[in-house]
């Protein structure tokens, strides 16, 4: 099932910080976060594993409740090459690896 | 290194034409994954390879479209005829293993008639 995103978009002024939010009506095994720019491809960002284990992107941060089956994205000090897409992709383990992306946010971000 | 490479990056056809779009994973990487966007469904998984087999196809639309991948760096999508309401972007991402980072190729712009 499809991991629901929100807010569906945001506008920022250039320094101010957004959190995006990223749920799943299933158990979760990893939560894998991208960016996609307009006309551009999905780039990564970030995966968060089950048991706490992160690995990604320096300047942005993110937390995993296992329990809750929820992620959340911390954008802080916004700069304008933030603006864009976000989704989250979420994998449910087992022996099937395929992520299900949400919908995706897009943030703006402005001058 | 070179990223995924994906071709044509554009694609405009006829309805009832074959389209084939193609793509080159990073060298050594073992998972490959055809991907779907479109603004009304978003970005939808159609199939994934593990070390070139097919593991799911549930994402596979209908039997117009097929999938290949005969050896590690390469792999093909078909879709035979070909119709309006498959006009979307198609991307192609591997990654290096199971539940890895998936890195994704450009994609390619096709645009049904």
């Known amino acids: 099932q499809q991991p629901v995103q929100s807010p569906q978009a945001v506008i920022l002024r250039e320094g101010e910080d957004a959190v995006i939010n990223c749920s799943s009506s299933?158990?979760?095994?990893?939560v894998h976060w991208y960016r996609q720019k307009h006309g551009e491809a999905p780039v990564f960002l970030m995966i968060l594993l089950k048991g706490g284990e992160q690995k990604g992107h320096e300047k942005i941060s993110a937390s995993f409740n296992e329990k809750k089956q929820q992620s959340s994205l911390y954008l802080t000090a916004s700069q304008l090459s933030y603006s864009g897409t976000y989704f989250c992709g979420t994998l449910g383990g087992g022996s099937n690896y395929k992520l299900t992306f949400g919908k995706g946010t897009l943030l703006t971000v402005n001058p | 290194d070179a990223g995924v490479i994906q071709s044509p990056r554009h694609e405009v056809t006829e309805m009832g034409q074959e389209v084939t779009l193609r793509c080159k994973p990073i060298s050594g990487h073992n998972s490959l994954f055809w991907y779907r966007q479109t603004m009304m469904r978003g970005l939808e998984l159609l199939i994934y390879?593990?070390?070139?087999?097919?593991?799911?196809d549930s994402g596979m639309p209908e039997d117009r479209f097929s999938a290949k991948m005969p050896n590690a760096s390469f792999s093909t999508l078909k879709i035979q005829p070909s119709e309006p309401r498959d006009s979307a972007v198609y991307f192609c991402?591997?990654?290096?293993?199971?539940?890895?980072?998936?890195?994704f190729g450009p994609g390619t712009r096709l645009l049904v008639l």
């Open positions: 299933k158990a979760l095994y990893s």
């Open positions: 390879f593990n070390n070139n087999v097919p593991i799911d």
């Open positions: 991402a591997s990654s290096l293993g199971d539940g890895e980072t998936q890195y």
